[in-house]
Nanobody, 124 residues
Framework: QVQLVESGGGLVQAGGSLRLSCAAS????????MGWFRQAPGKEREFVAT????????YYADSVKGRFTISRDNAKNTVYLQMNSLKPEDTAVYYC?????????????????WGQGTQVAVSS
């Protein structure tokens, strides 16, 4: 069983930055592919970014490419999402997810463990 706890959300003006963190309880964190998803009110959960279990590859949704960066620190059992040039349409609850030996899936159904989410609000 893996527990995930997100932090770092908040209210920011358009053009600003936030860094989300997700702390994992996994015994061997490096064996897990990690992803970030988001869900805005009235919309389905959507893929944002993912990093493979070896950490060598990252993938992004087109809507965030060039603005968001996913990274991981295996020594701290933590994955990050650096969000720059934020836009009002980035407003959502952001979720961290994990899957054993994940190789970069964009599908939420492929992830076995989820955090409780952290709210990000971007004002115009």
């Amino acid at each position: 069983q893996v527990q995930l706890v997100e932090s770092g959300g908040g209210l920011v003006q358009a053009g600003g930055s936030l860094r989300l963190s997700c702390a994992a309880s996994a015994r061997i964190f490096s064996n897990y592919g990690m992803g970030w998803f988001r869900q805005a009110p009235g919309k389905e959960r959507e893929f944002v970014a993912t990093i493979t279990w070896r950490g060598g590859s990252t993938y992004y949704a087109d809507s965030v490419k060039g603005r968001f960066t996913i990274s991981r620190d295996n020594a701290k059992n933590t994955v990050y999402l650096q969000m720059n040039s934020l836009k009002p349409e980035d407003t959502a609850v952001y979720y961290c997810a994990a899957v054993l030996y994940g190789s970069g899936s964009r599908l939420a159904a492929h992830y076995d463990y989820w955090g409780q989410g952290t709210q990000v609000a971007v004002s115009s």
